[in-house]
């Protein structure tokens, strides 16, 4: 998560953050800590995960990596653009290209 998101909503309390962040591009960043037991909801469902905050210019919001997908039970596929996970008894489908203003 920016720090422009963390600040937006209210600068919540962080935990000092151990490692630099590693980038696909390979760029590295240092977190400013750690926003623990954040929720987040899709489809109904919600989860709490810890979120690392970090400095500099990005053009996301929230990045939700292993972490989310591990605690949503969740299948993603990159191919057909949907996220697929269980809940209250049933699987949730979400195309992932109805949040993307073409």
């Given at each position: 998560m920016?720090?422009?998101?963390w600040q937006a909503l209210g600068s919540?309390?962080?935990?000092?953050?151990?490692?630099n962040l590693t980038a696909f591009d390979g760029g590295t960043s240092?977190?400013?800590?750690?926003?623990?037991?954040?929720?987040?909801?899709?489809?109904g469902k919600t989860v709490y995960i810890d979120v690392s905050v970090t400095q500099g210019a990005v053009d996301f919001s929230?990045?939700?990596?292993?972490?989310?997908?591990?605690a949503m039970g969740a299948l993603v596929s990159?191919?057909?653009r949907v996220v697929c996970f269980p809940h209250?008894?049933?699987v949730v489908t979400i195309d992932q290209l109805a949040f993307v203003r073409l």
């Amino acid at each position: 998560m920016p720090a422009t998101t963390w600040q937006a909503l209210g600068s919540p309390p962080l935990v000092p953050a151990a490692p630099n962040l590693t980038a696909f591009d390979g760029g590295t960043s240092q977190p400013l800590g750690t926003l623990p037991k954040f929720p987040i909801t899709l489809g109904g469902k919600t989860v709490y995960i810890d979120v690392s905050v970090t400095q500099g210019a990005v053009d996301f919001s929230l990045l939700l990596g292993r972490d989310y997908v591990y605690a949503m039970g969740a299948l993603v596929s990159s191919l057909f653009r949907v996220v697929c996970f269980p809940h209250d008894g049933r699987v949730v489908t979400i195309d992932q290209l109805a949040f993307v203003r073409l």
